[in-house]
Nanobody, 123 residues
Framework: QLQLVESGGGLVQPGGSLRLSCEGS????????IGWFRQAPGKEREGVLC????????YFADSVKGRFTISRDDAENTVYLQMDSLKPEDTAVYYC????????????????WGQGTQVTVSS
């Protein structure tokens, strides 16, 4: 059974926006560090940014600073990734993941993963 469920991906033009959601189904997200990762075709998975209940956002990728924002709604058990000013280089499958420790940029440090949601930025 999947503990995390992503949604909100799709096709958007350059300069557009998307908001991704990561909903906990079997775990309570406020007790975890929640990281967003992405994997483009032919490339390794990379950390994007992360949030925990005890700290503000930590950016893993400099390329998204000023464009991406992470937030959480504990009442809805959901973490959001707001993506603005999207570029073709942002095209990837986006995953959310939960870790029982502080935010770290490497995927192997996370215990639970969602199924991923496709984001395509193209004219």
């Amino acid at each position: 059974q999947l503990q995390l469920v992503e949604s909100g991906g799709g096709l958007v033009q350059p300069g557009g926006s998307l908001r991704l959601s990561c909903e906990g189904s079997a775990i309570t997200l406020k007790y975890y560090s929640i990281g967003w990762f992405r994997q483009a075709p032919g490339k390794e998975r990379e950390g994007v940014l992360c949030i925990s209940s005890s700290s503000g956002p930590r950016y893993f990728a400099d390329s998204v600073k000023g464009r991406f924002t992470i937030s959480r709604d504990d009442a809805e058990n959901t973490v959001y990734l707001q993506m603005d000013s999207l570029k073709p280089e942002d095209t990837a499958v986006y995953y959310c993941a939960a870790a029982g420790t502080i935010c770290r940029p490497y995927s192997y440090e996370y215990d639970y993963w969602g199924q991923g949601t496709q984001v395509t930025v193209s004219s």
